[in-house]
């Protein structure tokens, strides 16, 4: 059984920068297509990004691109979410995701596993 575990939350201050890790277990991490999402109080779950196995093709969303960076090491079993000059908006729960049909997807419903998420609070 693929399990998913995020790390790198908390409470962080406007303008911050910040670095979310998932770690990947029961699986071949190299065969899985991973991506981000989150989900805000009140609001639905959000894409922000996808990384295929190799690392080399990867999909923002639209409205959040050029604010996050997404890359992964297949030699750790990681998939990384990188961000700077954090806003309050970015309050939410971070999610870490995993297709092992490998595409490189926004649609939340591809993803066979999922993390538990890891709370972001950004206080102005």
């Known amino acids: 059984q693929v399990q998913l575990k995020e790390s790198g939350g908390g409470l962080m201050q406007s303008g911050d920068s910040l670095k979310l890790s998932c770690v990947v277990s029961g699986g071949t991490f190299s065969e899985l297509a991973m991506g981000w999402f989150r989900q805000a109080p009140g609001k639905e779950r959000e894409f922000i990004a996808a990384i295929g196995w190799t690392g080399i093709y990867t999909h923002y969303s639209d409205s959040l691109q050029g604010r996050f960076v997404i890359t992964r090491d297949n030699a750790k079993n990681t998939v990384y979410l990188q961000t700077s000059h954090l806003k309050p908006e970015d309050t939410a729960v971070y999610y870490c995701?995993?297709?092992?049909?490998?595409?490189?997807?926004?649609?939340?419903?591809?993803?066979?596993?999922w993390g538990q998420g890891t709370q972001v609070t950004v206080s102005s």
């Open positions: 995701a995993a297709d092992d049909a490998q595409s490189i997807t926004p649609v939340a419903e591809w993803y066979d596993y």
